[in-house]
């Protein structure tokens, strides 16, 4: 039997919508803060060095937020579909979600860093790291559209 898809009144469209926006902006923080670094690896005067710093503080905060979101909407979304806890791609997902978390949590780390100038990083470090996300990304969005099993 064929279900008809919840009207776009249905609180639960409205929370994965807001869940993805988080997912969204969430990614673009993790992928555009490794790039930075591997600009601020190239800097030699105080003031770029500064204006380094308060740009990847400020990606930083703006990307925890939006992974605190992601995880509040995600969960959420997760209390209308409890059904998918014993589907194996969520779990899949999930492990990935949290190895996100701890790479965002790696990331504060290299800002700290940086503002002590105490990075021992290469550019090219920053440039293979950046694909970290990206990679864990391709996946999710495949166990999540796909669901292979």
Known sequence: MIQAAP??????????AIHVIFVISWFAGLLYLPRLFVYHT????????????????RLYGIALIAMIGTWIFGIWTLMYTPIFMK???????????VALSGYQGWLKTRVRA???RKNEKSAKF???IN????????????????KPF
Request: charged share 20%; net charge negative.
């Open 7 to 16: 009207s776009a009144t249905h609180p639960m469209l409205w929370i994965k």
């Open 42 to 57: 190239e800097v030699v005067d105080e003031v770029e060095h500064n204006r380094f710093c308060v740009m990847e503080k």
């Open 87 to 97: 589907m194996g791609w969520l779990h899949a997902k999930l492990l990935l979600v």
């Open 114 to 116: 940086f503002a002590a």
């Open 126 to 128: 920053y440039r293979l």
């Open 131 to 146: 694909e970290v996300p990206a990679v864990i990304m391709v996946v999710v969005v495949i166990l999540v559209i796909v």
